[in-house]
T-cell receptor, first 115, second 113 residues
Framework: DAGITQSPRHKVTETGTPVTLRCHQTENHRYMYWYRQDPGHGLRLIHYSYGVKDTDKGEVSDGYSVSRSKTEDFLLTLESATSSQTSVYFC??????????????FGEGSRLTVL | GNSVTQMEGPVTLSEEAFLTINCTYTATGYPSLFWYVQYPGEGLQLLLKATKADDKGSNKGFEATYRKETTSFHLEKGSVQVSDSAVYFCALRMGGGADGLTFGKGTHLIIQP
């Protein structure tokens, strides 16, 4: 199994509070991703990173920010959580973008509930 | 843009039945194609993949063939087991794109004993 750890695994918070989710990898992969999973929507990309300090927006980036100060860590921050951000968040990593090493490996997910 | 379409289900089958989950895609170019499986309470696991046309991916009795002419990557298994109950996601990735995979919405499979 790929070495990906997400924390916290479960969190309940209130509307308007800041929340940070952490993804830590031990594989030294260049690419890291944050997805959210919601019923009827599958997985949607929030932000991704293609190197230290190199990040870009995905399909559903509004209300989220990310940072990557080290290869192994990718942080997802909700500056002011809203109920629409209640979801399961998955971190993923990949070694490359093409061919036989282009697949993503996923963490176990972080379930966030915003009351 | 790129997209993946798959039946959402739930799909309910009896044990030992034949399984087909359809997946079609739209892409500008020739993507790599993937099937992922998600068991309850867990993350997604790669089930199989194909990186070019006519490639067949296979794993744990599951197979899928990359069909460029029909832009499809249907998942099949000859005899399903209760332990195959899970959500299955079809996904694509364009070569060179740093923005990860584009997923279908997932198909919930339920296998009854």
């Amino acid at each position: 199994d790929a070495g990906i750890t997400q924390s916290p695994r479960h969190k309940v918070t209130e509307t308007g509070t800041p929340v940070t989710l952490r993804c830590h990898q031990t594989e030294n992969h260049r690419y890291m991703y944050w997805y959210r999973q919601d019923p009827g929507h599958g997985l949607r990309l929030i932000h991704y990173s293609y190197g230290v300090k190199d990040t870009d927006k995905g399909e559903v980036s509004d209300g989220y920010s990310v940072s990557r100060s080290k290869t192994e860590d990718f942080l997802l921050t909700l500056e002011s959580a809203t109920s629409s951000q209640t979801s399961v968040y998955f971190c993923a990593i990949s070694e490359s973008t093409t061919g036989n090493t282009g697949e993503l490996f996923f963490g176990e997910g972080s379930r966030l509930t915003v009351l | 843009g790129n997209s993946v379409t798959q039946m959402e289900g739930p799909v309910t089958l009896s044990e030992e039945a034949f399984l087909t989950i359809n997946c079609t895609y739209t892409a500008t170019g020739y993507p790599s194609l993937f099937w992922y499986v998600q068991y309850p309470g867990e993350g997604l696991q790669l089930l199989l993949k194909a990186t070019k046309a006519d490639d067949k991916g296979s794993n744990k009795g599951f197979e899928a063939t990359y069909r460029k002419e029909t832009t499809s990557f249907h998942l099949e298994k000859g005899s399903v087991q209760v332990s195959d109950s899970a959500v299955y996601f079809c996904a694509l990735r364009m070569g060179g794109g740093a923005d990860g995979l584009t997923f279908g919405k997932g198909t919930h499979l339920i296998i009854q004993p």
